[in-house]
C-alpha cells in the first residue's frame, strides 16, 4: 500500500468522524434550545389540538336544535292565537249580552222601513280599537233622541268590503230613551279581519 492511498483513507476516516461529531452537536442544540431555564428562551413545538377547545355543534345537533326552535315558535304563535280568540269571544260575550234583546227589536222594527229611516241624524258611529276588541271589526254606535218625547231607536250597519259590497249586516238599538239622553250600542262584525271592511249606517228609525 503506498503511503499516498493511506494518507487518503486517513483523510476520509476523519471526516466521516467530524461529519458524525457535527451532527450529534447539531441534534443537542436543538434539544437544549427546546428546554427552558430562568435565563433562556424556548421553542414551542407544535402539538396536537385539543378538542376540548373546539365550540360548535355537529351537523345532527345544529338539526335538533333548529327544529327545537321551530317547534318552540310555532307554539308560541299557537298560543298566541288562542290568546286572541280567546279575547275576542270575551269581548263579543261582554257585548251581547247587554244588546241581544235590543238588536232583535230593532231587526223587527226595520224590517218594513223603507229608505234610510227618519233617525240617521240622530245616530254617529265611532270605530273601537282592534287593541281593545281582541281583534274584531267594532263600531261605537250613538244614537241620541233629540227629541221632546221618550222614544227606541232601531239602527242597521252594513259592513261592506272595497267594492262595495254588503258582506254583513247587524242591528242594534236602544229602548224607551228620555229626551236628551244617548245609548252607546256596539256593533260587531264576525268577519275575518282580512280583507278589511268598512261599516255604513244604512238605516235608523226613530219609533
Same mark, same amino acid.
Not at 414551542?44 to 385539543?50: F, K, M, R
Given at each position: 500500500?503506498?503511503?499516498? #492511498?493511506? /494518507?487518503?483513507?486517513?483523510?476520509?476516516?476523519?471526516?466521516?468522524? @467530524?461529519?458524525?461529531?457535527?451532527?450529534?452537536?447539531?441534534?443537542?442544540?436543538? =434539544?437544549?434550545?427546546?428546554?427552558?431555564?430562568?435565563?433562556?428562551?424556548?421553542?414551542?413545538? *407544535?402539538?396536537?389540538?385539543?378538542?376540548?377547545?373546539? &365550540? $360548535?355543534?355537529? *351537523?345532527?345537533? =345544529?338539526?335538533?336544535? %333548529?327544529?327545537? @326552535?321551530?317547534?318552540? %315558535?310555532?307554539?308560541?304563535?299557537?298560543?298566541?292565537?288562542?290568546?286572541?280568540? %280567546?279575547?275576542?269571544?270575551?269581548?263579543?260575550?261582554?257585548?251581547?249580552? /247587554?244588546?241581544?234583546?235590543?238588536?232583535?227589536?230593532?231587526?223587527?222594527?226595520?224590517?218594513?222601513?223603507?229608505?234610510? $229611516?227618519?233617525?240617521?241624524? +240622530?245616530?254617529?258611529? #265611532? $270605530? =273601537? *280599537?282592534?287593541? +281593545?276588541? $281582541?281583534?274584531?271589526?267594532?263600531?261605537?254606535? #250613538? @244614537?241620541?233622541?233629540? #227629541?221632546?218625547?221618550?222614544?227606541? !231607536?232601531?239602527?242597521?250597519?252594513?259592513?261592506?268590503?272595497?267594492?262595495?259590497?254588503?258582506?254583513? &249586516?247587524? !242591528?242594534?238599538?236602544?229602548?224607551?230613551? /228620555?229626551?236628551?239622553?244617548?245609548?252607546? *250600542?256596539?256593533? @260587531?262584525?264576525?268577519?275575518?279581519?282580512?280583507?278589511?271592511?268598512?261599516?255604513?249606517?244604512?238605516?235608523?228609525?226613530? !219609533?
Amino acid at each position: 500500500m503506498s503511503t499516498r #492511498t493511506a /494518507d487518503a483513507r486517513g483523510r476520509s476516516s476523519r471526516s466521516r468522524r @467530524i461529519a458524525v461529531l457535527l451532527a450529534a452537536f447539531a441534534f443537542g442544540s436543538v =434539544l437544549v434550545s427546546c428546554s427552558t431555564d430562568s435565563g433562556g428562551s424556548s421553542v414551542s413545538l *407544535p402539538t396536537a389540538p385539543n378538542a376540548s377547545n373546539f &365550540t $360548535g355543534s355537529a *351537523p345532527s345537533a =345544529l338539526a335538533s336544535a %333548529a327544529s327545537s @326552535i321551530i317547534g318552540s %315558535a310555532r307554539a308560541s304563535a299557537s298560543a298566541a292565537a288562542s290568546s286572541a280568540a %280567546a279575547a275576542a269571544s270575551a269581548f263579543e260575550a261582554s257585548v251581547s249580552a /247587554d244588546t241581544a234583546r235590543a238588536s232583535a227589536a230593532a231587526e223587527k222594527e226595520l224590517k218594513d222601513v223603507q229608505g234610510s $229611516g227618519n233617525a240617521t241624524s +240622530e245616530v254617529a258611529m #265611532t $270605530g =273601537l *280599537p282592534r287593541a +281593545e276588541t $281582541g281583534g274584531l271589526l267594532a263600531v261605537l254606535v #250613538t @244614537i241620541t233622541n233629540k #227629541t221632546d218625547q221618550q222614544a227606541s !231607536y232601531a239602527v242597521q250597519i252594513d259592513f261592506k268590503d272595497s267594492d262595495g259590497k254588503v258582506v254583513e &249586516t247587524r !242591528y242594534v238599538g236602544a229602548e224607551n230613551l /228620555d229626551p236628551g239622553k244617548r245609548a252607546q *250600542p256596539i256593533a @260587531i262584525s264576525r268577519q275575518p279581519s282580512e280583507p278589511q271592511l268598512t261599516a255604513r249606517l244604512t238605516k235608523a228609525q226613530r !219609533y
